[in-house]
């Protein structure tokens, strides 16, 4: 095979000007058009660099000085966070905001959709401590359990008390809990040798409640002591309203395992939403910034402009939040989720609020879809919430086969979106107002929006 030819070669040091930031956040410069990516690097910035790694179509390198800097840099007080839990925290929160909507811009450009509209971002007054969920890592380090986070894609595990984006109340809780957890000499998760005790520490805390739930997994069907330390935690913390333990023996990643067992108080917290009372256990989906979740859920039924008459089809309804807050301003809602816990906590939901216009089904949203259509049910307005990967080519067939006159689309991935504009568009549908851009997770990359599509002519 003949040697590729590249402008730049490995361990080179050069000079380069940054362009543009990719979605991952990291700062890209062209080199005779072959494209470098490097991180923590800033549009407008000139920097000195190494190359680090080199693929056919882009490579990477390293920033080793800068020559300059941009205005929309700002210091960043731990920079290590940037590597772990607020890779853009070294962009000002405006370019942050900025950064989001051309995302999406850019995105339409390359699909020849660039006569849609993307409106500013929507972003938070205090773009910090804004998450209601924390789940760290527990390890040992120099002989003492330690708290904290691994360093993006990789294992280095960095302690940590101060996790500057979660609520400030939830990190008292975890000092705290790690205290008591040293108090009885627990041992912390080896991973390479699969031994020890504590693996990782889940807190949940509602914004309005302000009730806390503590959740100790353990890799061992035990927790030692855990009488005592169930009695100095609920001494320590009198918001902890939920204490469990949760078991997980497996060689894996995910972090909860099947088995919990309450230790103190009860089994779930709650918290509202747009006014309405959610309970949310162990395992439950919920949006984990509140504030900006309602703003998303008032975008969506604004856009889906209910007047209380409408039938509208919730296809990816979780714990049923977007369904309930909807249920309020229309006839009569259908949900679908394939989880059956959540399903069940859905419809939970609607009888402690006393909604009783709710249908909800576990399933896949493509069957049922077809199913309400063979029963006759013709929606006014569709909302769609999918996970990252976005609508299958099916889910928009048998929605648009439904014919509403209005689909509600809440993206968490402008990549599949967009893909997904283009089908609906081929399906005689129209994007119908300004893309908007809802900043759910502030110091990150993550880009929320709410779309609305209508029928084309009648
Ligand atoms: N709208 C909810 C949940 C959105 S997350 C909220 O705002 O809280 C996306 C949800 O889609 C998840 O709960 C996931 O379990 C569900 N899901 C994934 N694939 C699905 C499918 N094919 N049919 C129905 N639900 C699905």
Not at 236 to 253: F, I, M, R, W, Y
Not at 273 to 287: H, V
Not at 364 to 393: H, Y
């Amino acid at each position: 095979m003949a040697k590729l030819k590249l402008p730049v070669y490995k361990k080179e040091e050069l000079t380069v000007r940054i362009e543009d930031l990719t979605y991952q956040g990291l700062g890209v410069a062209k080199v005779a058009g072959y494209p470098l990516f490097i991180k923590e690097a800033l549009p407008g910035e000139e920097v000195v660099v190494k190359v680090e790694k080199l693929g056919k179509h882009f490579g990477y390198a390293k920033a080793l000085k800068w020559l300059r800097t941009s205005g929309d840099r700002v210091k960043t007080k731990a920079k290590y966070l940037q590597t772990g839990i607020a890779p853009l925290m070294h962009l000002s929160y405006p370019a942050q905001l900025a950064f989001k909507q051309k995302l999406i811009k850019d995105l339409l450009t390359k699909a020849h959709l660039d006569q849609l509209e993307v409106a500013q971002t929507l972003g938070m007054a205090q773009p910090y401590a804004y998450r209601n969920k924390a789940q760290v890592p527990v390890r040992q380090v120099r002989g003492q359990l330690e708290i904290g986070f691994f360093k993006q894609g990789s294992h280095d595990f960095v302690s940590l008390e101060d996790f500057y984006i979660q609520d400030k109340r939830i990190d008292q809780v975890l000092v705290t809990v790690r205290d008591i957890l040293r108090k009885y000499q627990l041992s912390a998760y080896d991973e390479k040798s699969h031994t020890g005790v504590v693996r990782h520490l889940m807190v949940r805390r509602g914004y309005y409640s302000k009730q806390v739930m503590v959740v100790i997994v353990t890799r061992t069907k035990k927790l030692p002591h855990a009488p005592e330390i169930a009695r100095d935690i609920m001494a320590a913390c009198p918001d902890v309203v939920s204490l469990l333990h949760n078991v997980n023996e497996a060689k894996t990643n995910v972090i909860l395992g099947s088995k919990t067992e309450l230790l103190a108080g009860q089994a779930e917290i709650e918290d509202q939403l747009d006014g309405l009372t959610f309970k949310i256990s162990t395992q439950s989906f919920y949006q984990i910034n509140p504030t900006q979740t309602e703003r998303l859920y008032q975008t969506a039924i604004k856009q889906a402009g209910l007047t209380g008459k409408e039938t509208v089809i919730d296809a990816y309804c979780g714990i049923g939040t977007i369904s309930l807050s909807m249920a309020r301003h229309a006839n009569k809602v259908y949900g679908v989720e394939i989880v059956p816990q959540a399903i069940a906590d859905a419809k939970r939901n609607a009888a402690v609020n006393k909604l009783t216009n709710l249908t909800f089904e576990v399933g896949e949203a493509e069957s049922w879809m077809a199913t309400w259509q063979a029963q006759g049910i013709k929606p006014d307005v569709i909302m769609v919430d999918p996970p990252r990967k976005g609508l299958t080519e099916s889910l928009i067939t048998s929605a648009t086969a439904m014919a509403p006159k209005k689909i509600v689309y809440v993206s968490c991935n402008p990549a599949t979106l967009v893909r997904d504009l283009q089908s609906f568009i081929a399906k005689g549908y129209q994007v119908a107002a300004p893309i908007q851009p809802v900043d759910q997770f502030p110091q990150t990359t993550h880009v929320e929006c709410v779309v609305l599509i209508t029928r084309v002519g009648k």
